[in-house]
């Protein structure tokens, strides 16, 4: 027992006759197909989501290590700046061989 048909007009201004047992195949195989494709698109989503953890989880990790290194820096720019200062004040070695040198020739006139 089908029911009656639908008419169907096309851009040809014909009329063309489905039966109610045609169309619900038709849009079974129709929606068949969206959901695979729906299934496709969801586990490249699911994929695209994994990838991007991966890439969050290495940005998060590498973001801790610059914080390390720049806190390293810091102390070694500290270190720096009093090793500079310490050399300020001492004198070279040419310098005081220099010095010795003058130390004896005076010792030695007197």
Do not use: C, P, W
């Not at 390293?72 to 700046?81: F, G, N, S, W, Y």
């Not at 009093?82 to 050399?87: A, F, M, R, T």
Request: glycine fraction near 4%; aromatic fraction near 4%.
């Amino acid at each position: 027992m089908e029911k009656k048909g639908k008419k169907i007009k096309t851009n040809l201004s014909k009329s063309i006759v489905y039966s109610s047992s045609e169309m619900k195949r038709y849009l079974g195989a129709l929606s068949e197909t969206h959901n695979e494709h729906l299934k496709g698109i969801k586990e490249g989503f699911i994929v695209v989501n994994r990838k991007i953890d991966n890439v969050t989880k290495t940005l998060n990790s590498h973001t801790e290590m610059i914080g390390v290194l720049m806190e390293d820096t810091a102390i070694l720019k500290e270190d720096m700046q009093i090793v500079k200062k310490e050399l300020k004040k001492k004198v070279d070695y040419d310098e005081f061989l220099s010095l010795v040198r003058r130390v004896q020739k005076i010792e030695s006139k007197i």
